[in-house]
Every structure is written in C-alpha cells, then in structure tokens.
C-alpha cells in the first residue's frame, strides 16, 4: 500500500470516529446554492466561502471551467436539489493558463507519464504510451482570467436548461489574499 493511501485511510479512520450525526445531513444543499470552481488544491471553497458539510454543493474541474458535464451538475443541483444560485469562480496564478490545447495534445501523443514545464515551455521527459485521443478533448484553456470567467457564466446563463430566475454569479479568487474579486 501507498504512503498516501495509508494517510489518506488513517484520517478518514479519524474523520469518521467523530462523525456524530452528519449522516443525518439533507440531500438537497442547506444554503441553496452551487459554486463551480477550479480543482486547483490552494482552494478551498468552504472556507473561502464560509461553508459546513450539507451547505452547498460544490463542482471542480479544471480551471472551473463551465464544460458540458459542469453545467450537467449545476442543471442536477437546481432541477433536483433545489439550488437558487450558482458561483463561478476561477483563481489567480491557474495552471490552466499556462498551455493550450495543441500543446498538450502534442505531449499526449508521446507520452502520457507527467511533463515538466520550465517556466516557459512543456517537455515530456520519458516515453509512456501516448495517444492521439489529446486532440479529440476540449480542454477549456484560456489567456485572460476574467474573460475566461466572464464567458462561462455567459454560457451558463444562455444555456437552454438554466432557468432564467437562477442568478449567476463571477468571482475570482485571489491565491495570494484569499479574496474573492467580482468580475462583471
């Protein structure tokens, strides 16, 4: 076994020991709402935030992007689940800025094994079966942070299973101070 998995298990050993009576938590989010936000491991939405287990739902993929399976979750989360009002929030200093699609279906088709980046250029640096099925993904990059927010709740909202009384709502959060920027 894994170092990480035995670290991962023992805290869940810990976590569930006190897990009083969160199995009584509701399906549906206490607070109503769903934030789509980045995978990025710096975040954390519930504390950024200010959120409890049962609170909200909270959807991550890379760059927060609204990607067809994300406005999936967000359409669930409303039509199902009762959520009132969705967040998009993106972050400074994102990964998802740092390359474009060609570049990493380009990688992909060598090798799949991790690349390293320089600060300006990916390289693979060993041969681990690629495939050209990179070319078939649509990966969301972008270049302008707040635009890359700006167009999805743009999507989100013009999309045909968003009711329009759901507000949606663009932010930004700061790594560096923890701050949530509203982009209009």
Known sequence: MSQIRTEVTAANDAYAADFGDKGNLALPPARGFAILTCMDARLDPAK???LAE???HVIR????RASDDAIRSLVISHKLLGTREWFVIHHT???MELFDGPTIATLLETSRATATFDGTQWANTQAEGGSTEGWHVAWLTFKDLAQS???DVARIKAHPLTPDTIPVHGFIYDVKTGRLLPVD
């Open 48 to 50: 950024y935030a200010g």
């Open 54 to 56: 049962g609170d909200a």
């Open 61 to 64: 993929n890379a760059g927060g």
């Open 93 to 95: 200093d994102c990964g």
């Open 149 to 151: 927010v700006r167009d």
